[in-house]
């Protein structure tokens, strides 16, 4: 019997084949394995080293203070407040590490036990339930790798892990870490979350706020206590339990925490809105001095001019203004309509941007008409996820308006339809997101500046330089070069004083007409079209008089006049010409106000300045304004006026008065100016007349609206031809402000739009709040100034009894030498 044999050729090649298989697969685990190795001492070398976190210095935010020390602003990439780890109370450590990385204390930088735990827990849920990072990872990962999700970036954060727990001890990794981390709403670090959150110090926490605190990390937004205040409860909940689990609390101690109430002081980060356009000023003068960088991240300490109570008061009475003035104007209608799909996408982007728990009476957001009650003539508005009631009471200054049923645009242009997005302003807040009432607003169209600043020094204590920094950064208050109308007149008034000439110096209101070098002549016309024939300086000034500014700029010179604007601190381009009477060159605020705190200082020009002293992060001083000093007044240039004389005659137009009143009696002597470069530009005695006519300005004059005050003020209107700008410029011995009110690109300002209805009342209203609890002074008249009795019809002097003889001001030895009744003296003989 034949036996089968398998061929032995077949056997030997399969095995040749595995072998060869087997020694491909073993060349690719080692040089896999080596590559791997390598690649283990490219990491090795290539990583960060670990050795400066020893020296943590990470980026802290530069702060901002007020002239009376309170933080009003902060510049910053990740806003931050560096604490030491000694200053954290040791609860709040044991909350973080509970929630966090219970085997912290225990692990080399690595809780392999941890990331068992996460794998195992991750498979049975089938999703990512929970990571394995321990602190340190966290801490390499922040501070030295960027945040890309890749395998590799997980191996160098194991590495330097390790590193750092045989560099750095468990406190100075916790140092790191507290400061470090990201726990929303803007704050950086468990400090600036602490006062976020709470409105507290980190060291002044009780349990119920640690455990909430600590429950941020895993999702800052989420588990948020201003936006989702039950969800950080229920996140509160589990730091509490986790505490009691590693023995840090005891369960008494976790259920009393739980109950207590949290009280959430949502803090809004000062660089509030009402402060912008000056912050935006002090940061330019930084950047520009010490760079970006040094800016944003290297924690300097600012100290600023402002005064902060000023400075709101400043922004509330310019919003107050232009939301008057335009609600005068009329509703305009509905900034857009949306579709019913539309609604729910808007509202979101709405509520994202509110930083409250209930929406804050008294602010304006954007709502949503999503129901309309004809019966009760009603609306049912939505805001961000809060919805309440628009009722017709609260939308009476846009008149008569039809509400209509329907989605979309109505063809009525006074109509309101659903889907309507209007401007609504909060009379009552929700309560838990309902019920809120609303009244209706609108978002101004006009522009308005204000910048407020001590004569005396030249500090700026306030300034706005628009209704919206976050819609428009441009600063009119610095910026803008419009035409200040008879706001410009006390300037030439200025010049003439200086000239010689008096408040009781008598000009012929009358018409005149100048060659132009046209077809036509220039005939300059008052605003009421009045002409009163002879009058005063001070009757001129007080009713706006603009025939007698033009004769007045005609007899002293028009490049005297433009000299003596340069000396008072005017820098802008002006006009050559008569028209420079009525205001017709371009200034800024800054610019105008200064010069009229030339007349406030008794004399002395200062330069506005913002910044005070810059110290850097350890308390060094990198600059600080000097001493004041004042120069040492010469006033051999300038002119003393001699006598009283009455003058011959030499398109903006002024505003109309209501008539003179007598120079109000003199005060004692203020001291001088005491800014940081107060130079004495004018005379005290020309500067007190200034101040002594403008007074009747506001007594008597286009100013009226000032006498609110009830203390003395001296200031003055200005408009501009078709109402295009507003002014007024005015002050007491202890501030002066200037305000504009316009359109930015020109434009007719309307019914009301004239500078005693427009910017007055703007004036007006903060300089009530800027001198609240700030004691009444009278303007203070120089020994060398005198007072006499005259005649306001013709400037002479008049006898006691005389009929509407008033009190006016004189340099000494300018006074009127003859008697209205006087006859008059005989012809000299001829020789």
């Not at 936006?227 to 009393?256: C, N, P, W």
């Not at 003393?640 to 003199?666: F, I, L, S, V």
Request: proline share 6%; aromatic share 8%; with cysteine.
């Amino acid at each position: 019997m034949e036996i089968y044999k398998a061929p032995s050729r077949r056997i030997k090649k399969t095995r040749s084949y595995g072998k060869l298989l087997g020694t491909i697969l073993g060349s690719c685990c080692i040089i896999g394995m080596l590559a791997f190795i390598g690649y283990l001492f490219y990491l090795f070398n290539a990583l960060p080293k670990v050795d400066r976190l020893a020296d943590y210095r990470p980026p802290i935010l530069s702060q901002v203070f007020g002239a009376d020390g309170s933080l009003v602003g902060e510049f910053y990439l990740e806003r931050r407040t560096v604490v030491p780890v000694d200053k954290v109370p040791r609860r709040l450590i044991q909350a973080f590490v509970s929630a966090e990385d219970s085997n912290f204390y225990q692990h080399k930088g690595i809780d392999y036990l941890g990331i068992l735990r996460a794998v195992f827990k991750n498979i049975i849920s089938l999703r990512k339930k929970e990571g394995a990072s321990t602190i340190t990872q966290q801490v390499a990962k922040s501070m030295l790798l960027t945040p890309e999700k890749k395998f590799s970036r997980k191996l160098k954060e194991a590495i330097l892990a390790k590193r750092m727990e045989e560099r750095l001890s468990k406190d100075e990794i916790l140092y790191i870490y507290l400061n470090q981390i990201y726990l929303g709403a803007g704050a950086y670090g468990v400090e600036l979350a602490a006062e976020t959150y709470f409105g507290k110090e980190v060291d002044k926490l009780n349990l119920a706020e640690m455990a909430m605190l600590a429950g941020l990390p895993k999702a800052p937004n989420a588990y948020s206590p201003i936006k989702h205040f039950d969800k950080a409860k229920e996140r509160q909940s589990y730091v509490l339990e986790r505490m009691v689990k590693e023995g840090y609390i005891t369960r008494a101690e976790a259920d009393y925490a739980k109950a207590a109430p949290i009280v959430i002081h949502a803090l809004k980060k000062v660089n509030a809105e009402q402060s912008a356009y000056f912050l935006e000023q002090v940061r330019q003068q930084l950047e520009e001095k010490y760079g970006e960088e040094r800016l944003y991240k290297d924690g300097l300490r600012i100290y600023t001019t402002m005064n902060a109570e000023m400075q709101k008061g400043a922004y509330d009475s310019v919003v107050n203004g232009l939301k008057a003035l335009d609600k005068r104007q009329g509703f305009r209608g509905a900034a857009r309509y949306l579709g019913e799909q539309e609604v729910d996408p808007f509202c979101k982007k709405v509520e994202d941007g509110i930083d409250y728990v209930t929406l804050k009476q008294g602010s304006t957001y954007q709502g949503v008409v999503i129901g309309i009650d004809p019966a009760k003539q009603e609306l049912k508005v939505r805001v961000g996820d809060r919805t309440g009631t628009l009722i017709r009471k609260n939308m009476e200054w846009a008149g008569k308006v039809e509400l209509v049923s329907a989605w979309g645009k109505p063809q009525a242009k006074r109509a309101i339809g659903l889907g309507a997005v209007l401007e609504l302003q909060v009379k009552e807040p929700d309560q838990n997101k309902s019920g809120a009432v609303f009244a209706l607003d609108q978002v101004p169209e006009t522009q308005a500046a204000l910048v407020a600043m001590d004569p005396m020094t030249g500090a700026v204590r306030a300034m706005v330089g628009g209704y919206d920094f976050k819609k428009s950064q441009f600063n009119r208050a610095m910026q803008a070069r419009r035409n200040p109308g008879s706001a410009f007149k006390p300037v030439i008034y200025a010049a003439a004083l200086d000239k010689g000439l008096t408040p009781a110096t008598v000009i012929d209101d009358s018409q005149v007409e100048y060659d132009s070098g046209g077809d036509k002549a220039w005939k300059p016309k008052n605003y009421d079209n009045v002409y009163r024939g002879p009058v005063t300086m001070r009757e001129a000034l007080t009713n706006s008089i603009n025939v007698v500014s033009v004769k007045i700029l005609e007899q002293i010179g028009v490049s005297s006049a433009i000299e003596y604007a340069k000396k008072l601190g005017i820098t802008s381009p002006l006009a050559a010409n008569l028209t420079l009477a009525l205001g017709s060159s371009s200034v800024t605020p800054l610019e105008l106000t200064s010069a009229y705190a030339v007349f406030a200082s008794g004399g002395y020009r200062t330069t506005p300045y913002f910044i005070t002293k810059v110290l850097d992060r350890d308390g060094r001083v990198l600059e600080e304004i000097p001493e004041p000093k004042v120069q040492a007044p010469a006033f051999a240039n300038l002119s003393t006026p001699q006598a009283d004389g009455t003058a011959a005659a030499g398109d903006n137009q002024g505003e109309e008065g209501k008539g003179e009143q007598p120079a109000p009696a003199p005060a004692v002597v203020a001291a001088p100016a005491t800014g940081p470069s107060a130079v004495p530009v004018v005379s005290p005695e020309i500067a007190y007349l200034m101040t002594n006519l403008m007074e009747s300005v506001v007594s008597s004059g286009t100013g009226g609206r000032a006498r609110a005050l009830g203390r003395p003020v001296a200031g003055k209107t200005g408009t501009t031809n078709d109402m295009k700008d507003a002014w007024f410029v005015g002050y007491v011995p202890q501030l002066v402000a200037g305000v504009w009110v316009g359109y930015d690109q020109e434009r007719s300002l309307g019914s009301g739009g004239s500078g005693g209805q427009a910017a007055a009342p703007i004036w007006t209203e903060f300089m009530q709040r800027a001198l609240a609890g700030v004691p009444v002074k009278s303007f203070a008249a120089p020994g060398n100034v005198t007072f006499a009795l005259i005649n306001p019809h013709t400037g002479k002097l008049a006898r006691e009894g005389s009929g509407d003889a008033i009190q006016e001001c004189f340099i000494s030895g300018s006074e009127p030498t003859s008697y209205d009744q006087d006859p008059a003296p005989e012809p000299a003989p001829k020789q």
